[in-house]
């Protein structure tokens, strides 16, 4: 009889920040694989709110203590990165139609790139079809309710980055607010997984 082979899935993406739409795709699939490594992308072409090193911190905080799951960062192609952690699987959310053909295009050069990897993609709670992390910076730098939306230990980084002074209470404040798009702007493309 043959050996079962670990079953190890890895979860890419910017992660910054992190919420709950995320949170809850880790929680559909993590019960589908034996190993789920959630990974955080390093990338320089785009302008962060947290460092890769406090992002991997919040996620371990959040998700740490579940079984089966790893936070790690990478940069490069992610087939390499799949290649150092032993896994063939790579999975994605889907939102909406919109993000279909960006998510198709990387499935099928990853596939290109290693035709051992197979992408999975998942949907999220219907409550966080609209979610993307940067719809949440720009809500929150414009002052709106985000509960329910992101982990309260993130609001909480998030209010202290905007105003240092910041408690963990209180709303997000004006201090340090970049100039930021309106709400009904389009949420920016989203970042090579
Ligand atoms: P974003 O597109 O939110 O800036 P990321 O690059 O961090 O996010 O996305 C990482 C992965 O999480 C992608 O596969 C993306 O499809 C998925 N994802 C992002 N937002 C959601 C959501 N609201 N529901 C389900 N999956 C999501």
């Known amino acids: ?7 190890t899935a890895v979860y890419p993406g910017s992660f910054d920040p992190i919420h709950n739409g995320h ?13 789920l490594v959630i990974a955080v992308l390093h990338n320089e ?3 962060a709110l947290f460092s890769v090193d406090e992002r991997l911190e919040i996620i371990r905080e959040l998700v740490g203590e579940r079984a089966g799951c790893e936070v790690l960062s990478f940069s490069g192609l992610l087939v390499h990165f ?16 919109t993000d279909f053909e ?7 050069m990853n596939r290109r790139l290693n ?8 949907a999220p709670k219907e409550e966080y079809n609209y979610l993307s992390s940067s719809l949440v910076k720009e809500v929150f730098f414009l002052g709106g309710d985000l509960s329910g939306l992101v982990p309260e230990p993130v609001l ?7 105003d240092p002074r910041a408690g963990q209470a209180g709303g997000p404040g004006r201090a340090g607010r970049p100039g930021g798009a309106a709400v009904a702007g389009k949420a920016g493309r989203r970042s090579a997984g």
Do not use: N, W
Not at 2 to 7: K, L, P
Not at 115 to 122: D, G
Not at 156 to 162: F, K, N, Q, T
């Open 115 to 122: 035709p051992r990897v197979e992408t999975v993609f998942m």
């Open 102 to 108: 960006y998510e198709f295009q990387m499935a099928m």
């Open 1 to 7: 009889m043959s050996e079962r082979v670990e079953r």
């Open 23 to 35: 949170l809850d795709l880790i929680e559909r699939c993590r019960p589908m694989y034996d190993r």
């Open 82 to 97: 799949m290649d150092q952690v032993g896994a063939r699987i790579v999975v994605r959310g889907l939102r909406a139609v």
């Open 156 to 162: 909480a980084r998030m209010r202290r980055r905007l």
């Open 45 to 47: 072409a785009k302008r």
